[in-house]
């Protein structure tokens, strides 16, 4: 499996980003099995799943010839740079795997989607999620597993259900999730903030309000967090778990982008959690594509009853054909393969970014902005600026050179004291537009 995918990715990533053109000829079945240190018969089979994706075709005996790309950008004519998406490109969602998924789904639950399912979770999924999650440390009982129609739903859901501490407070990152900010304001639920930086959350200040602050639920995201692009270090997570149990307060863990963590011993905040005090989120929305709205939430037992209750009152039940095909793409293979992919992809695109940033650094400029590396590159970072800068101005001036960039002040609470920050996100701007684009938004700056 190691080699074919191995291969397979190798082969997709050419001919996307143009080693192999339109019409060109790829490597006999004999060149590509020595280059891989691969059998025939996997070469043979990648070449027939890549045939099966439209991305080649097959000629009677001369060999294998890239397709003519219809959808593709060209590379004349003017096109946007956009800095402010954080969905996954379009150009490297499994289109045609996941509709392989949904067909064989059909055909295999054909009775079960048409009928009600059950709030928690289509069954089958559970089971299979229970084994993928162990992936990322996170153990659990089948019992304590639900599947969601996204993060978003679970979020809802645990801001109304009552919890075992009696309190109804909440306290967010800032910057942090603007939706879920949205969804407190329109609800009413009163909420605090605590600064996240490049240093993580100051544990001092974190403890002092746990203890004073009679909060539900401290919600946070682990790793790569949305805009800094910063995670935290495994002391940290073990410190905020262990004040979680000492307080009484719950943490809701975001993990949305634990796909993309590249170093297997980083575990989340739920594997330090010795009290039962940490609800595990994740999202396939980023990894796959956000039209598939299936997430997973991870619960304490204690949580559980009240969580399917509410939840089977706001929608019965999650989409049972994404779930039935969801759990035929992670049995099958075809999501590791994927996470691979996304993986190389966004690694490249996380070097560009910051190798980009770095290059425009100099002492003319310093006082414009600031830019502190981490060392832990991820497809969003942010810059600093300084009070001079009058952004308004700055982002109209680079949408007429067709670029668009935001501040992340939606990411604050109204009472909270903002940063001046610029957001740069990666994920949808393709290689050989990066470098040009931060080159633009650099000047603009200066």
Request: hydrophobic letters at 35%; a neutral charge.
């Amino acid at each position: 499996m190691y080699k074919y995918s191995e291969l397979i990715n190798e082969l997709e990533a050419q001919i996307a980003e143009d080693t192999y053109r339109e019409g060109d000829k790829l490597p006999s079945i004999r060149e590509l099995s020595l280059g891989y240190g691969c059998s025939k018969s996997t070469v043979i089979r990648a070449l027939q799943d890549l045939q099966d994706k439209h991305l080649i075709y097959a000629a009677s005996k001369s060999g294998y010839y890239v397709m003519k790309r219809s959808g593709q950008r060209k590379d004349e004519g003017t096109h946007w740079i956009d800095f402010t998406v954080s969905a996954p490109d379009p150009d490297i969602f499994p289109y045609l795997d996941f509709q392989h998924c949904i067909n064989k789904a059909i055909d295999m639950y054909r009775n079960d989607l048409f009928i009600y399912g059950t709030p928690q979770g289509l069954p089958s999924l559970i089971r299979e999620m229970q084994r993928h999650l162990a992936s990322y440390q996170v153990f659990a009982n089948p019992e304590q597993i639900f599947i969601t129609s996204g993060v978003q739903q679970a979020l809802g859901v645990l801001t109304r259900i009552p919890f075992p501490n009696g309190r109804q407070r909440v306290l967010i990152e800032q910057p942090g999730y603007p939706l879920f900010m949205e969804y407190l304001k329109t609800y009413g639920i009163e909420t605090e903030g605590i600064k996240r930086s490049d240093a993580g959350v100051d544990l001092n200040e974190l403890e002092r309000l746990f203890k004073t602050g009679q909060f539900k639920f401290f919600y946070t995201v682990p790793r790569f967090h949305n805009p800094l692009g910063v995670s935290y270090t495994r002391p940290q997570k073990k410190a905020i778990a262990q004040l979680a149990a000492k307080y009484d307060v719950y943490i809701v863990e975001d993990d949305y982008m634990a796909d993309l963590e590249q170093d297997a011993k980083e575990d989340p905040i739920y594997a330090y959690d010795d009290a039962s005090h940490v609800i595990y989120l994740k999202s396939f929305s980023k990894i796959i594509f956000p039209g598939l709205r299936v997430g997973v939430a991870v619960l304490p037992a204690v949580l559980c009853d009240s969580f399917n209750r509410f939840k089977r009152l706001m929608d019965i039940d999650s989409s049972m054909l994404s779930q039935a095909a969801l759990e035929l793409y992670l049995k099958s293979g075809m999501f590791e393969r994927h996470r691979k992919k996304m993986r190389s992809c966004y690694e490249k695109r996380s070097t560009l970014l910051h190798e980009s940033i770095m290059r425009e650094l100099d002492t003319a400029t310093a006082q414009h902005y600031s830019y502190h590396p981490t060392g832990q590159l991820g497809v969003h970072t942010y810059l600093k600026l300084s009070d001079s800068i009058k952004t308004e101005q700055m982002i109209k001036r680079l949408q007429k050179k067709f670029i668009r960039i935001e501040m992340a002040d939606s990411g604050y609470l109204p009472s909270f004291n903002k940063e001046k920050i610029l957001k740069l996100n990666v994920s949808s701007v393709k290689e050989p537009d990066i470098r040009f684009g931060i080159e633009q938004v650099m000047q603009e700056i200066r």
